[in-house]
């Protein structure tokens, strides 16, 4: 199936430090979602975006809609060790309901 | 204001036997998508729902698989004669289509066929 480019794939980091991931397409989307998803659970919405150039913060979590509309990225700042976890971006390709999702960034806070 | 639920949350079955999911969307949410994530993987997108409406399928779903959503509340997906490969976390994800198009997921039904 179809899944956008996410990276890194995966990172080990101190706790207190900030954290950058991000998703690229060679497609256009009219909407970026960020999830944090669990072992065995499902994904749990953290931030929307709806508009290029759109940035968006949630607590220690700030996202922005890329301005060609073709990427996203997610920052995490003063990380905690709950931030464990895997981290999926989805567009909604122009044009349809369809999402697709990223390939995930695990990510794993030392504290 | 309850969070999209799906039961069963886990079903292991023999191949070739048929087996039945149902997920409950967020009350007046209209649009319901059913994906499959397996292990490593982002979800995948198998089909959509607006109100009773199936308006896309994805490849993904062979002509194994079919969905409902009968008067448009909740759905089933129901997967026929099934193979190894259909092992997968099933996630059902419900929206209200107003402003963008925000999908919340339920807890998933994770199925292994034996």
């Known amino acids: 199936g179809q899944q956008l480019n996410q990276s890194p794939q995966s990172m080990f980091i101190q706790e207190g430090e900030d954290v950058s991931m991000n998703c690229t397409s060679s497609?256009?989307?009219?909407?970026w979602l960020w999830y944090k998803q669990d072992p065995g659970e499902g994904p749990v919405l953290l931030i929307a975006?709806?508009?290029?150039?759109e940035l968006t913060s949630n607590g220690r979590l700030t996202a922005q809609f890329g301005i060609t509309r073709k990427d996203s990225f997610l920052n995490i700042s003063a990380s905690i060790p709950s931030d464990v976890g895997i981290y999926f971006c989805?567009?909604?390709?122009?044009?349809?309901?369809?999402?697709?999702f990223g390939t995930g960034t695990r990510l794993k806070v030392l504290a | 204001d309850t969070g999209v639920s799906q039961n069963p949350r886990h079903k292991i079955t023999k191949r070739g036997q048929n087996v039945t999911f149902r997920c409950d969307p967020i009350?007046?949410?209209?649009?319901l998508y059913w994906y499959r994530q397996t292990l490593g993987q982002g979800p995948e997108f198998l089909t959509y729902?607006?109100?009773?409406?199936?308006?896309?399928k994805s490849r993904l779903l062979s002509d194994r698989f079919s969905a409902e959503r009968p008067k448009g509340s909740f759905s089933t997906l129901e997967i026929q004669r099934t193979e190894q490969g259909d092992s997968a976390m099933y996630l059902c994800?419900?929206?209200?289509?107003?402003?963008?198009?925000?999908?919340?997921f339920g807890p998933g039904t994770r199925l292994t066929v034996l």
């Open positions: 994800a419900s929206s209200l289509a107003l402003v963008g198009d925000t999908q919340y």
């Open positions: 497609s256009i989307f009219n909407t």
């Open positions: 975006l709806y508009k290029a150039g």
């Open positions: 989805a567009g909604q390709l122009s044009g349809t309901y369809k999402y697709i």
């Open positions: 009350s007046e949410h209209n649009r």
């Open positions: 729902f607006q109100n009773e409406a199936q308006l896309e």
